[in-house]
């Protein structure tokens, strides 16, 4: 199948409910490999993809693609689906959500920081083992971690610019100042999600 029919269905399929995310990270295999995908489409209508179906017989074979060709195929159409699952799970919403995740990765699931931050909402290893993340370059298990993450610096904090704080410099740090940190990154990411945020809420 070719890749723009397979980004057509990916991007027909998420208003119905959403994508599942790949298994294997991208950064993990050089660009030119090529990888088998399987789909399958549940009763609420998600579509969900993965390279390893550990022998759930409901997927099948949808095609052989290049792995950073596939990453682009799904791109922020599909990221937004993961959004709006996991921001309505747990009370985000989910144009919040992919503010974040716009600020934090770009929408590239295979980011990694160079302070060692994965995935989409950009975890750092210490926080996805306290979150119960076993993949974080997983789309959809790294959003659903960075969101649960997420509510609880809200509810911690009752203010968004304060959450977003602890969110890029530690929970520690805005108790300790008592509100955003006077560190120029922080500040400015703050403020770029809020804008981001804003824009996304228009």
């Known amino acids: 199948m070719a890749l723009l029919a397979a980004a057509l269905t990916l991007a027909l399929a998420v208003p119905a409910g959403g994508i599942?995310?790949?298994v294997r990270p991208a950064a993990a295999a050089p660009a030119g490999e090529v990888v088998t995908i399987y789909r399958y489409v549940d009763e609420d209508?998600?579509?969900?993809?993965?390279?390893?179906?550990k022998g759930d017989t409901r997927y099948r074979v949808f095609g052989r693609f290049r792995v950073q060709e596939l990453v682009k195929a799904v791109g922020p159409v599909g990221i937004k689906g993961l959004a709006a699952k996991h921001g309505a799970r747990h009370g985000v919403d989910p144009r919040l959500v992919e503010a974040v995740i716009a600020v934090e990765?770009?929408?590239?699931?295979?980011?990694v920081s160079p302070a060692g931050a994965q995935g989409l909402m950009q975890i750092m290893p210490g926080t996805q083992r306290d979150l119960g993340v076993s993949a974080p370059f997983d789309a959809?298990?790294?959003?659903?971690?960075?969101?649960?993450y997420l509510k609880s610096l809200m509810d911690r904090f009752g203010e968004l610019p304060l959450a977003l704080a602890a969110y890029n410099a530690g929970p520690e740090r805005v108790a300790k100042?008592?509100?955003i940190p006077p560190i120029?990154?922080?500040q400015q990411y703050v403020t770029k999600v809020m804008d981001t945020y804003a824009r996304l809420s228009r």
Do not use: F, I, M, Q
């Not at 990765?105 to 980011?111: F, G, K, Q, R, V």
């Open 20 to 22: 599942g995310g790949l």
């Open 45 to 53: 209508g998600v579509v969900h993809l993965t390279d390893k179906p």
């Open 105 to 111: 990765s770009n929408y590239d699931p295979t980011a």
């Open 140 to 148: 959809d298990a790294n959003v659903e971690g960075g969101v649960r």
């Open 177 to 179: 100042h008592g509100g």
């Open 184 to 186: 120029p990154e922080t």
